[in-house]
Protein backbone atom coordinates (compact mmCIF):
# COMPACT_ATOMS: atom_id res chain seq x y z
CA UNK A 1 0.00 0.00 0.00
CA UNK A 2 1.15 3.46 -1.02
CA UNK A 3 2.05 5.71 1.84
CA UNK A 4 -0.64 7.93 2.17
CA UNK A 5 0.54 12.03 2.43
CA UNK A 6 -2.09 13.49 5.14
CA UNK A 7 -2.77 16.92 3.54
CA UNK A 8 -2.61 19.43 5.98
CA UNK A 9 -5.86 21.19 7.43
CA UNK A 10 -7.47 24.14 6.38
CA UNK A 11 -7.15 27.33 7.90
CA UNK A 12 -11.30 27.17 8.61
CA UNK A 13 -10.59 23.85 10.42
CA UNK A 14 -7.60 25.01 12.41
CA UNK A 15 -9.06 28.56 13.57
CA UNK A 16 -12.39 26.31 14.77
CA UNK A 17 -10.80 25.55 18.65
CA UNK A 18 -9.43 29.01 18.88
CA UNK A 19 -12.95 30.90 17.98
CA UNK A 20 -15.28 30.08 20.79
CA UNK A 21 -15.04 32.91 23.69
CA UNK A 22 -14.30 31.80 27.53
CA UNK A 23 -17.09 34.00 29.36
CA UNK A 24 -14.62 33.62 32.83
CA UNK A 25 -11.41 34.91 30.83
CA UNK A 26 -13.17 37.61 29.24
CA UNK A 27 -14.53 38.83 32.85
CA UNK A 28 -11.00 38.75 34.20
CA UNK A 29 -10.19 40.44 31.34
CA UNK A 30 -12.35 43.32 31.90
CA UNK A 31 -11.72 43.05 35.45
CA UNK A 32 -7.84 43.88 35.20
CA UNK A 33 -8.49 46.71 32.35
CA UNK A 34 -11.26 48.86 33.95
CA UNK A 35 -10.48 48.30 37.54
CA UNK A 36 -6.74 49.48 36.99
CA UNK A 37 -7.23 52.08 35.28
CA UNK A 38 -9.59 53.71 37.60
CA UNK A 39 -7.31 53.20 40.08
CA UNK A 40 -4.84 54.71 38.19
CA UNK A 41 -6.80 57.44 37.91
CA UNK A 42 -7.17 57.76 41.33
CA UNK A 43 -3.88 57.93 41.98
CA UNK A 44 -3.34 60.62 39.31
CA UNK A 45 -6.15 63.11 41.08
CA UNK A 46 -3.86 62.32 44.31
CA UNK A 47 -0.35 62.80 42.93
CA UNK A 48 -1.56 66.45 41.50
CA UNK A 49 -1.13 66.91 45.69
CA UNK A 50 2.81 65.99 44.85
CA UNK A 51 3.87 67.26 41.41
CA UNK A 52 1.91 67.22 38.05
CA UNK A 53 4.76 65.76 36.82
CA UNK A 54 3.89 62.70 38.13
CA UNK A 55 0.35 62.77 37.31
CA UNK A 56 1.46 63.13 33.49
CA UNK A 57 3.79 59.86 34.36
CA UNK A 58 0.80 58.25 35.71
CA UNK A 59 -1.00 58.87 32.13
CA UNK A 60 0.64 56.73 30.46
CA UNK A 61 -0.21 53.30 31.97
CA UNK A 62 -3.67 54.86 32.24
CA UNK A 63 -4.04 55.45 28.35
CA UNK A 64 -2.33 51.69 28.25
CA UNK A 65 -5.34 50.11 30.12
CA UNK A 66 -7.47 52.68 27.87
CA UNK A 67 -6.00 51.35 24.94
CA UNK A 68 -6.54 47.49 26.31
CA UNK A 69 -10.36 48.87 27.13
CA UNK A 70 -10.66 49.91 23.55
CA UNK A 71 -9.61 46.54 22.45
CA UNK A 72 -12.36 44.51 24.46
CA UNK A 73 -15.25 46.43 22.64
CA UNK A 74 -13.28 45.87 19.38
CA UNK A 75 -14.05 42.56 20.49
CA UNK A 76 -17.50 43.12 21.34
CA UNK A 77 -18.45 44.33 18.14
CA UNK A 78 -17.52 41.31 16.20
CA UNK A 79 -19.31 39.20 18.73
CA UNK A 80 -15.95 37.59 19.90
CA UNK A 81 -16.10 38.68 23.60
CA UNK A 82 -18.96 36.80 24.98
CA UNK A 83 -21.20 34.68 23.23
CA UNK A 84 -24.61 36.92 24.17
CA UNK A 85 -25.38 39.56 21.51
CA UNK A 86 -26.33 41.39 24.65
CA UNK A 87 -23.62 41.29 26.48
CA UNK A 88 -21.59 42.54 24.12
CA UNK A 89 -23.59 45.28 23.30
CA UNK A 90 -23.76 46.76 26.89
CA UNK A 91 -19.84 45.71 27.30
CA UNK A 92 -19.13 47.48 24.13
CA UNK A 93 -20.94 50.47 24.74
CA UNK A 94 -19.48 51.35 28.44
CA UNK A 95 -16.13 51.14 27.06
CA UNK A 96 -16.48 52.34 23.77
CA UNK A 97 -18.16 55.50 25.06
CA UNK A 98 -15.26 55.44 27.95
CA UNK A 99 -12.99 55.75 24.84
CA UNK A 100 -14.95 58.40 23.33
CA UNK A 101 -16.28 55.88 20.84
CA UNK A 102 -19.71 55.33 19.52
CA UNK A 103 -20.47 51.50 19.54
CA UNK A 104 -22.37 51.21 16.27
CA UNK A 105 -20.89 53.88 14.51
CA UNK A 106 -17.56 52.49 14.66
CA UNK A 107 -18.59 48.94 14.18
CA UNK A 108 -20.10 49.53 11.22
CA UNK A 109 -17.03 51.15 9.67
CA UNK A 110 -14.91 48.38 11.03
CA UNK A 111 -17.07 45.96 9.28
CA UNK A 112 -16.78 47.28 5.99
CA UNK A 113 -12.68 47.30 7.04
CA UNK A 114 -13.02 43.72 7.19
CA UNK A 115 -14.40 43.53 3.88
CA UNK A 116 -12.36 45.06 1.57
CA UNK A 117 -8.58 45.97 3.14
CA UNK A 118 -6.17 46.34 0.28
CA UNK A 119 -9.07 46.56 -2.30
CA UNK A 120 -7.53 49.14 -4.27
CA UNK A 121 -11.04 49.63 -5.86
CA UNK A 122 -13.06 50.29 -2.31
CA UNK A 123 -11.16 52.50 -0.29
CA UNK A 124 -12.35 55.17 1.80
CA UNK A 125 -14.24 53.78 4.56
CA UNK A 126 -12.47 52.47 7.73
CA UNK A 127 -9.16 52.72 6.42
CA UNK A 128 -6.08 54.82 5.86
CA UNK A 129 -6.57 57.26 3.63
CA UNK A 130 -3.57 56.15 0.91
CA UNK A 131 -3.73 57.09 -2.75
CA UNK A 132 -1.60 55.21 -5.30
CA UNK A 133 1.39 57.02 -7.28
CA UNK A 134 -1.04 57.70 -10.83
CA UNK A 135 -3.73 59.56 -8.18
CA UNK A 136 -1.55 61.63 -6.83
CA UNK A 137 -0.28 62.68 -9.91
CA UNK A 138 -3.74 63.68 -11.82
CA UNK A 139 -4.33 65.85 -8.10
CA UNK A 140 -4.05 69.24 -8.42
CA UNK A 141 -1.96 71.23 -6.60
CA UNK A 142 -4.01 72.25 -3.62
CA UNK A 143 -4.78 68.80 -3.54
CA UNK A 144 -1.96 66.92 -3.48
CA UNK A 145 -1.09 69.68 -0.29
CA UNK A 146 -3.62 68.42 1.56
CA UNK A 147 -2.71 64.32 1.13
CA UNK A 148 0.26 65.57 1.93
CA UNK A 149 -0.64 66.61 4.98
CA UNK A 150 -2.96 64.25 5.95
CA UNK A 151 -0.17 62.06 5.73
CA UNK A 152 2.13 63.86 7.86
CA UNK A 153 3.11 61.96 11.49
CA UNK A 154 2.20 65.15 13.34
CA UNK A 155 -0.74 65.31 11.76
CA UNK A 156 -2.00 61.30 11.80
CA UNK A 157 -0.44 60.56 15.03
CA UNK A 158 -0.59 63.47 16.96
CA UNK A 159 -3.55 65.56 15.95
CA UNK A 160 -5.76 64.13 14.56
CA UNK A 161 -6.35 61.06 16.67
CA UNK A 162 -7.93 63.23 19.41
CA UNK A 163 -9.45 65.37 16.70
CA UNK A 164 -10.98 62.05 15.39
CA UNK A 165 -12.71 60.66 18.73
CA UNK A 166 -13.04 63.07 20.56
CA UNK A 167 -14.96 65.88 18.31
CA UNK A 168 -15.31 64.34 15.21
CA UNK A 169 -17.13 61.26 16.69
CA UNK A 170 -19.44 63.27 18.55
CA UNK A 171 -21.94 64.13 15.10
CA UNK A 172 -24.01 62.65 13.10
CA UNK A 173 -24.01 62.85 9.40
CA UNK A 174 -26.85 62.80 7.37
CA UNK A 175 -25.30 59.43 5.83
CA UNK A 176 -25.14 57.74 9.05
CA UNK A 177 -28.03 55.05 9.30
CA UNK A 178 -30.51 54.98 12.33
CA UNK A 179 -28.53 52.80 14.54
CA UNK A 180 -25.36 54.91 13.65
CA UNK A 181 -26.65 58.06 14.71
CA UNK A 182 -28.29 56.85 17.84
CA UNK A 183 -25.59 55.19 19.24
CA UNK A 184 -23.73 58.50 19.28
CA UNK A 185 -26.67 59.80 21.12
CA UNK A 186 -26.37 57.15 23.69
CA UNK A 187 -21.99 57.55 23.61
CA UNK A 188 -22.93 61.69 24.30
CA UNK A 189 -25.48 61.23 26.74
CA UNK A 190 -23.14 58.67 28.79
CA UNK A 191 -20.28 60.91 28.58
CA UNK A 192 -22.16 63.60 29.47
CA UNK A 193 -23.72 61.62 32.85
CA UNK A 194 -19.82 60.77 33.16
CA UNK A 195 -17.96 64.03 32.84
CA UNK A 196 -20.10 65.88 35.00
CA UNK A 197 -19.79 62.95 37.78
CA UNK A 198 -16.07 62.92 37.41
CA UNK A 199 -16.38 67.19 38.15
CA UNK A 200 -19.03 66.81 40.93
CA UNK A 201 -16.52 64.34 42.61
CA UNK A 202 -13.22 65.82 41.91
CA UNK A 203 -13.50 68.80 40.26
CA UNK A 204 -13.29 70.64 36.59
CA UNK A 205 -9.85 71.16 36.98
CA UNK A 206 -8.50 68.20 37.72
CA UNK A 207 -10.85 66.32 35.68
CA UNK A 208 -9.56 68.13 32.53
CA UNK A 209 -5.79 67.80 34.09
CA UNK A 210 -6.46 64.14 33.81
CA UNK A 211 -8.23 62.98 31.33
CA UNK A 212 -6.78 65.10 28.67
CA UNK A 213 -3.31 63.77 28.19
CA UNK A 214 -4.93 59.85 29.00
CA UNK A 215 -6.95 60.30 26.51
CA UNK A 216 -4.24 62.45 23.99
CA UNK A 217 -1.92 59.43 24.63
CA UNK A 218 -4.45 56.53 24.21
CA UNK A 219 -5.84 58.21 21.01
CA UNK A 220 -2.76 58.58 19.46
CA UNK A 221 -1.31 54.97 20.61
CA UNK A 222 -4.64 53.51 19.21
CA UNK A 223 -3.98 55.23 15.69
CA UNK A 224 -0.44 54.33 15.65
CA UNK A 225 -1.71 50.74 15.71
CA UNK A 226 -4.51 50.62 13.37
CA UNK A 227 -1.89 52.07 11.02
CA UNK A 228 0.62 49.85 11.69
CA UNK A 229 -1.84 47.16 10.90
CA UNK A 230 -2.20 47.24 6.68
CA UNK A 231 0.62 50.04 6.31
CA UNK A 232 4.39 48.19 6.30
CA UNK A 233 6.76 47.27 3.86
CA UNK A 234 5.80 43.98 2.02
CA UNK A 235 2.04 44.62 2.25
CA UNK A 236 -0.09 43.80 -0.55
CA UNK A 237 -3.12 45.67 -1.80
CA UNK A 238 -4.92 44.44 -5.06
CA UNK A 239 -7.61 45.56 -7.47
CA UNK A 240 -10.93 43.99 -6.94
CA UNK A 241 -10.95 41.27 -9.34
CA UNK A 242 -7.50 39.71 -7.85
CA UNK A 243 -8.47 40.41 -4.16
CA UNK A 244 -8.55 36.74 -2.53
CA UNK A 245 -9.29 36.90 1.56
CA UNK A 246 -7.12 34.60 2.84
CA UNK A 247 -4.17 36.18 0.88
CA UNK A 248 -5.42 39.74 1.90
CA UNK A 249 -5.80 38.66 5.77
CA UNK A 250 -2.09 36.51 5.77
CA UNK A 251 -0.25 39.27 3.46
CA UNK A 252 -2.19 42.30 3.61
CA UNK A 253 -2.16 42.60 7.36
CA UNK A 254 0.88 42.55 9.40
CA UNK A 255 2.16 40.65 12.63
CA UNK A 256 3.48 43.27 15.20
CA UNK A 257 6.23 41.28 16.76
CA UNK A 258 6.43 43.74 20.24
CA UNK A 259 7.38 43.57 23.55
CA UNK A 260 5.56 41.27 25.66
CA UNK A 261 4.28 44.51 27.57
CA UNK A 262 3.03 46.12 24.29
CA UNK A 263 1.08 43.04 23.03
CA UNK A 264 -0.82 43.14 27.07
CA UNK A 265 -1.91 46.78 26.63
CA UNK A 266 -2.88 46.27 23.22
CA UNK A 267 -4.45 43.41 23.59
CA UNK A 268 -2.62 41.14 21.15
CA UNK A 269 -4.09 42.93 17.95
CA UNK A 270 -0.14 42.59 16.68
CA UNK A 271 -1.45 39.43 15.44
CA UNK A 272 -3.29 41.39 13.38
CA UNK A 273 -3.17 38.54 10.43
CA UNK A 274 -5.07 36.08 12.09
CA UNK A 275 -7.98 38.38 13.59
CA UNK A 276 -8.58 39.44 9.88
CA UNK A 277 -8.26 35.70 9.01
CA UNK A 278 -10.93 35.02 11.74
CA UNK A 279 -12.49 37.85 13.60
CA UNK A 280 -14.21 35.73 15.84
CA UNK A 281 -11.41 35.34 17.88
CA UNK A 282 -11.18 36.45 21.25
CA UNK A 283 -8.09 38.41 21.83
CA UNK A 284 -6.72 36.37 24.45
CA UNK A 285 -6.47 33.72 21.94
CA UNK A 286 -4.47 35.15 19.33
CA UNK A 287 -1.48 34.55 20.51
CA UNK A 288 -2.03 30.81 21.09
CA UNK A 289 -3.37 30.85 17.55
CA UNK A 290 -0.14 32.18 16.19
CA UNK A 291 2.42 29.78 18.18
CA UNK A 292 0.45 26.69 17.86
CA UNK A 293 0.45 26.89 13.56
CA UNK A 294 3.05 27.30 11.70
CA UNK A 295 0.87 28.29 8.51
CA UNK A 296 0.54 31.70 10.92
CA UNK A 297 3.79 31.38 12.91
CA UNK A 298 6.00 31.16 9.24
CA UNK A 299 4.64 35.41 8.85
CA UNK A 300 7.44 37.78 8.96
CA UNK A 301 7.03 39.69 11.49
CA UNK A 302 7.26 43.65 12.02
CA UNK A 303 9.73 44.61 15.00
CA UNK A 304 9.05 47.71 17.16
CA UNK A 305 11.85 49.12 15.39
CA UNK A 306 10.75 48.65 11.72
CA UNK A 307 7.35 49.99 12.79
CA UNK A 308 9.10 53.39 13.34
CA UNK A 309 10.43 53.73 9.86
CA UNK A 310 6.81 52.80 8.37
CA UNK A 311 5.57 56.42 8.56
CA UNK A 312 7.88 57.24 5.57
CA UNK A 313 5.28 55.34 3.30
CA UNK A 314 2.82 57.71 1.70
CA UNK A 315 1.71 55.73 -1.93
CA UNK A 316 1.02 52.78 -2.91
CA UNK A 317 3.13 52.21 -5.96
CA UNK A 318 1.02 49.69 -8.45
CA UNK A 319 3.91 49.00 -11.12
CA UNK A 320 6.23 47.75 -8.33
CA UNK A 321 2.90 46.37 -5.94
CA UNK A 322 4.61 48.43 -2.61
CA UNK A 323 4.33 51.70 -0.44
CA UNK A 324 6.58 54.15 -1.19
CA UNK A 325 7.89 57.24 0.40
CA UNK A 326 7.49 60.86 -1.64
CA UNK A 327 11.31 60.73 -1.68
CA UNK A 328 11.01 57.41 -3.66
CA UNK A 329 8.42 58.96 -5.31
CA UNK A 330 10.05 62.03 -6.47
CA UNK A 331 13.34 60.05 -7.80
CA UNK A 332 11.27 57.53 -9.77
CA UNK A 333 9.75 60.42 -11.86
CA UNK A 334 12.89 61.87 -12.17
CA UNK A 335 13.99 58.99 -13.61
CA UNK A 336 11.05 58.25 -15.65
CA UNK A 337 11.58 62.08 -17.32
CA UNK A 338 14.98 61.14 -18.41
Known amino acids: MNDMVKK ?3 WREIIKKYNSPDTFRSIWQIINSVVPYFLIYYLMYRSMELSYWITLALAV ?3 GF ?3 MFIIFHDCGHGSFFRSERANRIVGTILGSLAFTPYDRWH ?3 AVHHSTVGNLDKRG ?4 WTLTT ?3 LGLSKGKKFIYRIYRNPVILFLIGPFFLFVI ?19 TNVFLLVYITGMILLIGWKAFVLIQLPVT ?6 GVWLFYLQHQFDEVIWTRKHEWDYERMALEGSSYLKFPAILHWFSGNIGYHHIHHLSPMIPNYNLKKCHRENSLFSKKKPVTFIESLRTIRLRLWDEKDGQLISFRKFRSLNIKAAN
Open 168 to 186: WSRFTRKKLSPIEKRSVYI
Open 8 to 10: PPH
Open 108 to 110: NDH
Open 125 to 128: KGDV
Open 216 to 221: YLSTSA
Open 61 to 63: PAA
Open 134 to 136: EEY
Open 66 to 68: LVR
